[in-house]
C-alpha cells in the first residue's frame, strides 16, 4: 500500500477499495486502511468506476446525456446524417452520444458523491433509466493501465510550441550544429528537453531528420545485451572452479576434448581428445555433433582398452566447453563394460573461456594445416583420412618437448591395442606432412 506521497495505487489496493464499498465502509476509513488521503480514495471510485447503460427499447440513447432536455442539435454530431431533420436527441437510428463532443453522462444524484457508485441495494433499481455506476478493482486497473500508455503516447507540447521549437532547430540544424549545440543556447527557450528532441526527431514528429544530424547518422543502433538463458545442463560440481580445486597430480592428467568443423553445412565433425602432459592428440570421425556421438566415442575407446579401470588410467579427468554434444556428462562417465562403475570425471570450461583448454586449441593449428578453416569438406572424411591425419600431427617433432613427437612421448601410455584399433601409427619424420594434399580429396586447392 502506498504510505509515501506519489506512489501510485496498485491493484492490491482497488480490491480493498472494492471491498470496502461493498461493505458500506466510509471514505476515509477506507483511507486509513491503505494510509493515503480521503480525496484519493474519493478521486480513484470517481475516475474509474465503470457505467452499464439501461437496455430498455423504449429508452433513446440521447437520454443518456446530461444536455438531454435542452439540446436542440440536429444533425451535427453524424457527417450526412440520414435524419438529418431529427433533433439529435431523438435519433434512433444512431448511437449519436459516441460522435458528439458535448456528451456528458447523466448519471444518477444518489452516485454524485461517496461512493459514487449504485447502492447496493437501491429501491428505484426495477424501474430506474440512470446508468448503473459500479466499481470493480480489475477494470480499475486496466484503465488507469491504459492511461499510463496513452499519456505517454504522441506528442506533449502544442502545435504552437512544436512550431516555435522546429523554426529554431531546423534552422541551426541546416547551419552544422548539433541538437547539444543548439540547447546549449536556446535551452530555456525549449518546451522539451534534449532527449525528447531527440526523440521527437527519430519519430518523424518535427520537420528535421536523423539524417541532417551531424553525428547521429554515422552511429549504429546500440545492441541490447542478451539475458543469461537457462543452462541446458546442471554442472554443479563440474565447473572449472572445482577442477582447479583437484590436486595437482590430477590436474596435469586432464584430457581437453574439443570438436573442429567444416563446412557449415557439414555433418560431420570430429571429436579431439588431448593429451596435455604429452601433446598427444586424438582424432575421432563423428556423424554428428549430438551428445549421443560423444558417448558413443568415449564408449568405442573403452571397448579398445578392455576396462573402465584401463580407461580411467588415461582418460580419467576430462575437461570440456559447454557446447551440446558434451551435455550427457553422465553417459560419458558411466562405463559401458561394469555397470555402476564410473571410467571418467568430467568438467566444464566456463562460458567464453577456450583458453581454459588452451593447449588443445593450439594443437589444432596443426590439424587445421592438414584441413584448413573455410576450405576443407569434412562429409568427404573417412575415418581413414583422420586416422592419417592424427598419425602424422602426432609424428611431428615439438621444439617445446626437445624435438621429441608426441607419439614417441605418448605411446608409453597409451595400449597398442588403442592406437591399432584405430588406426594411428608412428610415421617417419622425413615423411611427415601437414599440408592438404594429404587428404587432397577433401580440401579445396
Not at 545485451?225 to 545442463?233: F, I, L, S, T, Y
Not at 553422465?330 to 562403475?341: D, I, P, T
Not at 621444439?399 to 614417441?408: F, L, T, V
Request: hydrophobic share 35%.
Amino acid at each position: 500500500m502506498p504510505e509515501n506521497k506519489g506512489k501510485h495505487l496498485t491493484l492490491e489496493d482497488r480490491q480493498v477499495i472494492e471491498d470496502a464499498i461493498r461493505d458500506g465502509l466510509g471514505c476515509r476509513e477506507t483511507a486509513r486502511r491503505l494510509h493515503v488521503a480521503p480525496s484519493t480514495v474519493s478521486r480513484e471510485v470517481e475516475q474509474n468506476r465503470a457505467a452499464t447503460l439501461t437496455k430498455r427499447k423504449d429508452f433513446k440513447p440521447g437520454q443518456n446525456c446530461a444536455h438531454y432536455g435542452e439540446c436542440e442539435e440536429i444533425g451535427t454530431a453524424c457527417k450526412n446524417c440520414s435524419t438529418y431533420k431529427t433533433r439529435c436527441r431523438s435519433c434512433r437510428t444512431r448511437k449519436c452520444i459516441d460522435l458528439c463532443g458535448k456528451f456528458e453522462l447523466r448519471t444518477c444524484p444518489d452516485t454524485q458523491g461517496w461512493p459514487w457508485t449504485c447502492p447496493p441495494k437501491c429501491e428505484k433499481s426495477g424501474h430506474c433509466n440512470y446508468p448503473r455506476m459500479r466499481y470493480s478493482a480489475q477494470a480499475a486497473q486496466n484503465r488507469y493501465e491504459a492511461r499510463l500508455v496513452s499519456a505517454r503516447e504522441g506528442v506533449a507540447v502544442t502545435p504552437e510550441q512544436m512550431a516555435e521549437m522546429m523554426l529554431t532547430v531546423d534552422k541551426l540544424v541546416k547551419q552544422g550544429w548539433s541538437i547539444e549545440a543548439i540547447y546549449a543556447e536556446h535551452g530555456d527557450e525549449m518546451p522539451v528537453g534534449i532527449r525528447t528532441c531527440y526523440t521527437y526527431i527519430d519519430k518523424g514528429f518535427a520537420g528535421v531528420s536523423n539524417i541532417d544530424l551531424p553525428r547521429k547518422v554515422r552511429y549504429k543502433p546500440r545492441k541490447r545485451k542478451a539475458e543469461p538463458g537457462r543452462d541446458r545442463v546442471d554442472r554443479t560440481g563440474r565447473t572449472f572452479d572445482d577442477f582447479k580445486a583437484l590436486p595437482l597430480a590430477l590436474q596435469v592428467r586432464v584430457v581437453q576434448i574439443d570438436t573442429v568443423v567444416g563446412f557449415e553445412w557439414n555433418e560431420q565433425r570430429i571429436l579431439t581428445m588431448h593429451l596435455v602432459r604429452h601433446s598427444f592428440q586424438l582424432y575421432l570421425l563423428q556423424a554428428d555433433g549430438t551428445p549421443e556421438r560423444t558417448v558413443a566415442a568415449f564408449d568405442a575407446i573403452e571397448v579398445y582398452l578392455g576396462s573402465p579401470e584401463a580407461f580411467e588410467a588415461v582418460f580419467g579427468i576430462v575437461l570440456a566447453d559447454r557446447g551440446v554434444e558434451f551435455d550427457d556428462w553422465a553417459g560419458m562417465e558411466r562405463s559401458c563394460l561394469v555397470e555402476g562403475r564410473r571410467r571418467c570425471r568430467v568438467f566444464y570450461c566456463d562460458p567464453m573461456r577456450s583458453d581454459q583448454k588452451a593447449e588443445a586449441e593450439k594443437n589444432h593449428e596443426e590439424l587445421r594445416r592438414v584441413l584448413p578453416k573455410g576450405r576443407s569438406d569434412f562429409d568427404a572424411l573417412t575415418q581413414a583420412d583422420v586416422a592419417a591425419a592424427c598419425s602424422h600431427v602426432n609424428s611431428y617433432p615439438r621444439p617445446a618437448r626437445e624435438g621429441k613427437c608426441p607419439y614417441d612421448l605418448a605411446a608409453p601410455e597409451l595400449p597398442a591395442e588403442l592406437l591399432g584399433n584405430l588406426g594411428i601409427v608412428r610415421v617417419p619424420p622425413d615423411d611427415v606432412t601437414l599440408r592438404p594434399s594429404l587428404v587432397a580429396h577433401a580440401v579445396e586447392l
